[in-house]
């Protein structure tokens, strides 16, 4: 079982940066490929990016790449998400999420979630 807390997020000006922390329990996160969702209002949950289980592999959403960072720290059972260049398109609740196996940009392929944290980026 792994428990994920996401925070971090917040209201930002476009242009802006933000830094997500997901915080997970036990002590077997390094078994895990941990992934960002978000879901804004009225659409459906899509991703964002993934990182491996050594962090040696990350792969993003073509809305993303170039502008957002992942990266973990498996020491601390943290994975982060660096958000620079913040559009307001971005506004969403954000979910970090754990998958017991290799990465994949799939959400139902997922065994864990966290309770999402809001971003919301104003023009």
């Known amino acids: 079982q792994v428990q994920l807390v996401e925070s971090g997020g917040g209201l930002v000006q476009a242009g802006g940066s933000l830094r997500l922390s997901c915080a997970a329990s036990g002590r077997t996160f390094s078994s895990y490929a941990m992934g960002w969702f978000r879901q804004a209002p009225g659409k459906e949950r899509e991703f964002v990016a993934v990182?491996?289980?050594?962090?040696?592999?990350?792969y993003y959403a073509d809305s993303v790449s170039g502008r957002f960072t992942i990266s973990r720290d498996n020491a601390k059972n943290t994975v982060y998400l660096q958000m620079n260049g913040l559009k307001p398109e971005d506004t969403a609740v954000y979910y970090c999420?754990?998958?017991?196996?290799?990465?994949?940009?799939?959400?139902?392929?997922?065994?864990?979630w966290g309770q999402g944290t809001q971003v919301t980026v104003s023009s």
């Open positions: 999420a754990a998958r017991d196996g290799v990465v994949n940009s799939r959400s139902t392929t997922y065994d864990y």
């Open positions: 990182i491996s289980r050594s962090g040696g592999s990350t």
